[in-house]
């Protein structure tokens, strides 16, 4: 098919948790990395603060992609590999340096929808393989009659409504970006003269209580970003602590993730405000979840005091929009077990044409 822009690209826009984001089989995108990130970029309209010649929502929670492609088993089940891509808006840049948890919980669902993975009555596993980090995940998608209920009563904090909930179980999500659950072998650093958790279970994670950056933490994102001096001091500790965590120069990154953590307010373990790096999250990534979550485990983190503590292995962690709940289970400094709910909902199911190059 084709029209005003050329030829179209088969792609399904999703929500996925509190994200959104285009999810394409790997075998419609180009081979080459180059061709295929000029090719997203034009399909998303980046660069450009609206994103107004794509569908790009102008925010980097609504400017992802999914790639997909399906991994034959060899005596197991089969399994589908997840290369997430975060596409800047106002910049002409593809990142594949992190992990989407959120996107991640649409995979399941797409890859059923699109024939790669055959769907049970009742519920259908899905292994998934994480591109970005190489570690893995299992989807637990509510297949009733064989087909994908996004109809339940599963609500998470961030979306409207409910849907059918999808349970995320990661494996060896643990130091899957820096090697090591702690990157440092420390459970508190210093930089720039602030008391930082550098944890890494499934993302690379800088952890801060918001007193010591002069702010209560409870203010809205709006106002957060409207610092300049709040967003000049997380960059320099970011800049230093991904040198520190492994991650080398991490200016043109979008990791580490910059975590300011205070007492919880609405009931919950620990509250959170995140920035993605330079913009603060409206909510907090499903990954970013699961490593505040061990900070706030750890006895001696720079969370220690501030935490409100769960009873068993759910931890609530509150975010601008409400909550996210995942549970983690530790034994020393090892995590046996790491897990999370969330929900997904296909919007679009068609062609996309990309703005045609100039």
């Not at 009659?145 to 494996?171: K, S």
């Not at 900070?295 to 935490?307: F, I, K, R, W």
């Amino acid at each position: 098919m084709t029209g005003a822009s050329g030829a179209g690209v088969r792609c399904m826009l999703m929500r996925g948790g509190t994200s959104k984001g285009a999810y394409f089989l790997a075998e419609d995108l180009p081979a080459d990395r180059a061709e295929r990130d000029d090719l997203l970029l034009r399909i998303m309209g980046s660069p450009d603060a609206r994103q107004i010649d794509g569908i790009g929502g102008a925010h980097p929670l609504t400017s992802k992609v999914a790639v997909v492609r399906p991994v034959p088993g060899h005596g197991e089940p089969d399994a589908v590999e997840y290369l997430f891509l975060q596409v800047s808006v106002d910049e002409a840049l593809v990142s594949d340096r992190q992990n989407c948890g959120n996107l991640l919980a649409g995979v399941g669902p797409f890859a059923i929808e699109r024939g790669l993975i055959p769907a049970d009555d009742g519920e259908t596993l899905v292994p998934i393989r994480m591109v970005n980090t190489g570690g893995g995940a299992v989807a637990h998608v509510p297949t009733p009659g064989g087909v994908v209920d996004y109809d339940g009563g599963t609500r998470i904090d961030g979306v409207p409504g409910t849907a059918g909930g999808i349970v995320l179980d990661f494996e060896d999500a643990a130091g899957s970006s820096c090697g090591s659950l702690l990157p440092t072998g420390r459970v508190v650093d210093e930089i720039d003269g602030i008391a930082v958790t550098l944890v890494d279970n499934g993302m690379p994670t800088v952890v801060l209580r918001a007193s010591d950056m002069g702010v209560r933490g409870d203010e809205t994102p709006t106002e957060l970003e409207a610092d300049d001096a709040l967003r000049a001091a997380l960059e320099r500790i970011r800049i230093d602590a991904g040198e520190q965590m492994g991650l080398g120069d991490v200016r043109d990154a979008t990791v580490p993730k910059m975590t300011m953590v205070s007492a919880p307010t609405g009931g919950g373990t620990l509250s959170t405000r995140t920035f993605i790096p330079h913009r603060c999250h409206t909510s907090i990534g499903v990954l970013g979840a699961a490593s505040v979550g061990v900070a706030a485990l750890l006895p001696g983190s720079v969370a220690d005091g501030l935490v409100v503590a769960p009873d068993g292995a759910r931890l609530s962690i509150e975010h601008p929009t409400g909550a996210l709940e995942v549970e983690i289970e530790l034994d020393g400094l090892k995590v046996r077990r790491t897990a999370i709910v969330r929900t997904a909902r296909p919007i679009m199911d068609g062609i996309v044409y990309p703005r045609p190059r100039r």
